[in-house]
């Protein structure tokens, strides 16, 4: 694939352009299949979306479908490969970390101007993919404007977009617009699941479904929720095991304070950090585990126990806003 990015650090990944994992979409591509073999797809297409919903697998998994050597992007053929891998030199992939520029849409032109090569397997087209055009430039889409006016005989433009509304007019008005919606409920739980297990971030049933919910059933965007809203908690976990070490007194006792207050943690939330603590040094004392900072003695081990049954009855429900008070008089009632 000859390939151009815009990005300042361009991420070399093995395959370049995998559709393996692809969910959810296998109707688009079953319809894009029976489209290329009536010779029916439109030249010009507009995969539009919420962000996060996979189109970029779904159009390398097209791309798959133009050049795989069976003709149903099977993956393993040369052509399927060439694909992957970045070295099929009928196909152009752009996209960039930042805008799109003259010069991307000035290697559409060229790249399409080019003769395809009959290679086996292939369609005969040569195919340029542009990523997120709602990050063109005025003057790149000026530019691109005089490409889908006129596309080269023998060669089909693929892009992307998850912001239509931020399209020149002139543009929305030369494409083929195919929306794609996102995967259903239920498959997008089960990849979600199964990403959340494999990275180590907590949750459950009822986490997952409330960050695909958020975000329109976008799996991508949950999953970066999740990454995002984890590395969060796990600085203020790591300040909340800190100050568990140190006397709950003066400037320590309105650190604590500060720290509950900022992260508006209710009472079932603090207790599950509190019980994550006290089980990870459970296993210390028993010699399952090497402690991770400092050694623990039980009468610490007892008080953390006597702060999170605190926890429980300032929060009431344990899902309401937490008492500071009733819990700073908990942390404060024995010292070390």
């Known amino acids: 694939m000859s390939r151009a990015t815009t990005s300042k650090q361009a991420v070399e990944l093995p395959p370049l352009r995998s559709w393996d994992g692809l969910f959810g979409h296998e109707a688009v591509c079953a319809e894009v299949q029976t489209m290329l073999a009536q010779n029916s797809l439109p030249q010009v297409i507009l995969f539009e979306g919420r962000d996060g919903i996979g189109k970029r697998k779904l159009m390398a998994a097209v791309l798959g479908l133009m050049f795989c050597e069976e003709q149903r992007a099977c993956a393993v053929c040369e052509g399927c490969r060439a694909v992957q891998h970045g070295y099929h030199p009928d196909v152009l992939w752009i996209e960039s970390e930042a805008t ?131 590395a969060l908690d796990a600085e203020s976990v790591r300040r909340l095991e800190t100050l568990l070490f140190k006397p709950m007194d003066g400037a320590h006792l309105a650190e604590m304070q500060e720290l509950l207050k900022a992260q508006g943690w209710k009472a079932d939330h603090l207790a599950q950090r509190l019980e994550l603590l006290l089980n990870r040094y459970y296993k210390w004392s028993l010699g399952l585990t090497v402690p991770e900072t400092h050694p623990v003695d039980f009468k610490r081990i007892k008080h953390w126990r006597s702060i999170l049954q605190e926890v429980y009855r300032a929060g009431g429900s344990g899902h309401n806003h937490l008492n500071s008070q009733m819990i700073a008089e908990a942390w404060t009632s024995s010292r070390f």
């Not at 993919?129 to 430039?137: C, F, N």
């Open 100 to 230: 799109l520029k003259v010069a991307e849409a000035e290697k559409v032109q060229e790249h399409l101007t080019v003769r395809a090569q009959q290679q086996a397997g292939g369609r005969g087209d040569r195919v340029a993919v542009l990523i997120d055009i709602e990050e063109l430039t005025d003057q790149a889409a000026n530019r691109l404007l005089k490409t889908l006016e006129e596309p080269p005989a023998q060669s089909r433009i693929l892009l992307s977009c998850s912001r239509v509304s931020q399209l020149l007019p002139t543009i929305r008005s030369r494409l083929v617009r195919w929306h794609v919606q996102p995967p259903a409920m239920a498959k997008s739980l089960e990849w979600l699941e199964a990403k959340a297990n494999e990275e180590g971030l907590q949750h459950d049933p009822k986490m997952l479904r409330q960050a695909l919910e958020r975000f329109g059933l976008s799996p991508g965007r949950a999953l970066q929720a999740l990454r995002e809203d984890q």
